[in-house]
């Protein structure tokens, strides 16, 4: 797809994904919002997984390891046809397949139950190697959140990823710089985390994250990579990005907007 298109796909489910929010009191807008951008470049320009494939062994998989984020891959799920709007009509109620986190089964295109934060870099490891053990040359790409990385079961899963030269094993860092409570490198510092990712023998790229053709640049890069190694991609990205009143303000990882807020946000995306 062309860039503007994506661009365009982008806004879109930006909208979707705080209409759900304001409709049904979900959180995390601004965590969804950081990586709106990457999910939409991934389905819709890189990533073999359809509605036709999702059984195949030869699909891509993809993990949303920072599983607060849910509505953020339901919404581009549903843009590629995956999903549909009467399955998510009830999202986030009582008793809904839908919940607030990826559940382990049930929905269509979702691999992995996430949301404790640093399983899905060692389930995408798990899936990668037995990719490789049955000889498919199928992709995993497992999105991690840069607060995620405080984990040691991210580091403990990179020695090993490295270790056994997974090639198609794929990580993406939505580094935008903030956790729950307080700046990341309030909370435990990351720096110098590319050369973290390096020194643990990962080919490591770093772009903007929020932007489709810094984000193209570079997985095109990673997805014809003959390197022998896993392969980490830290995206830098804007809490809350597209919505200049929740841009870099962590309070929109719980808050949800009232019904000015919502349409102030709309307005603002009609206007861009």
Known sequence: MEIVKLDDLAKNIRKDIITVSYLHKVPHLGSCLSIVDILTVLYFKYLNISSDNLNSENRDRFILSKGHAVPALYQVLK??????????????S???YFAEHPPASGIDGIEAATGSLGHGLPIGLGISLSLDI??????????????????????????????????????????????????????????PLSDKWESFGWEVYECDGNDTKSLIKVLDKIFNSDEKKPKVLIAHTVKGKGISFMEDDNNWHYRTPNKEEYENAMLEMEID
Do not use: H, P
């Not at 997974?166 to 700046?183: C, E, G, M, V, Y």
């Open 79 to 92: 843009a590629k046809s995956i999903l549909t709007s009467d399955e998510l009509k009830d999202y986030g």
């Open 94 to 96: 009582d008793g809904s």
């Open 134 to 191: 049955k000889e498919l040359d199928a992709k995993t790409v497992v999105l991690l959140g840069d607060g995620e990385c405080n984990e040691g079961s991210v580091w403990e899963a990179a020695m090993m990823a490295s270790s056994n030269k997974t090639k198609n094993l794929i990580a993406i860092i939505d580094f935008n710089k903030w956790q729950a409570t307080d700046r990341s490198k309030e909370v435990l510092s990351l720096d």
